[in-house]
Each structure stands twice: as structure tokens, then as C-alpha cells.
């Protein structure tokens, strides 16, 4: 029986205030505006987990939209699970992780989509 405890996984907007108690990804495809690499203080950044661009640019951050954009985003998930299970494992390791956005909605955007997609990986 593996009686290892697993990771708490949290989301946050890249411009707030660093945790730095966890392991901090990036999760977007683009460096966000007006954060130094400093400030971001920042563990990794997996571009290859964000959506993909034209899927991006179709969801245009439109709250109208997000349904659609987070059934397709999970297809584009499973279509390509490294970086999954590389964030899946950190987690079974027992790390906490940060997944990282720069997008102003805090609750409609893709971050929140890939925490809910990871959290049924590791059922």
C-alpha cells in the first residue's frame, strides 16, 4: 500500500505575490508581460502543457467561449501527456505546485481546466 502523501496542486496569476514554499510552473505559451524572470521566481515553464495557439487565439479570453475552448484544451491534453505525467509525477512525489497564468480572469482560463484535468490524473 503507498502511504506517500500527494502534492497539493494551487493555481495563481503570475503578477501576484509569490509562494515560494512550491514548485512554481509557468503554464503559458507566451512570457507574460512585465514580469521579470526574477520576480517570477519561477522552478520551470512548460510551454508544451498550454493550449496551443490557434486554439488560444480562437478563445480570445471570452468568458462566452470557455466552455467549448476547455473541451477542446483537454483534448489537446491528451493528445499530448508528457508534460502531464511530468506534473502528475512532481505531485506523487508529494510537491506542492504552483501552475502559473497571466490571464486577468481568474476563473475562466486555461490553468484552471489543466488543474481540474490534472487533479483526475491523479484519481
Known amino acids: 500500500m503507498n502511504t506517500q502523501q ?3 496542486l494551487t493555481t495563481a496569476r503570475i503578477y501576484d505575490e509569490p509562494v515560494l514554499d512550491r514548485f512554481r ?3 503559458d505559451r507566451l512570457w ?5 524572470k526574477e520576480r517570477a521566481a519561477l522552478d520551470e515553464w512548460l510551454k508544451d502543457i498550454a493550449p496551443s495557439a490557434p486554439l488560444r487565439t480562437e478563445f480570445a479570453h471570452m468568458a462566452s ?3 467549448e ?3 477542446e484544451y483537454r483534448e489537446e491534453l491528451q493528445a499530448h501527456p508528457e508534460p502531464v505525467d511530468h506534473v502528475v509525477g512532481l505531485l506523487r512525489d508529494g510537491r506542492d505546485v504552483e501552475l502559473l497564468y497571466a490571464a ?3 476563473e475562466a482560463n486555461h490553468a484552471q481546466v489543466l488543474r481540474a484535468y490534472l487533479l ?3 484519481e
Do not use: W
Open 104 to 106: 486577468k480572469d481568474r
Open 65 to 67: 467561449r470557455f466552455e
Open 32 to 36: 507574460p508581460r512585465g514580469v521579470s
Open 69 to 71: 475552448f476547455s473541451a
Open 25 to 27: 510552473i509557468l503554464v
Open 120 to 122: 483526475e490524473r491523479l
Open 6 to 8: 500527494l502534492g497539493h
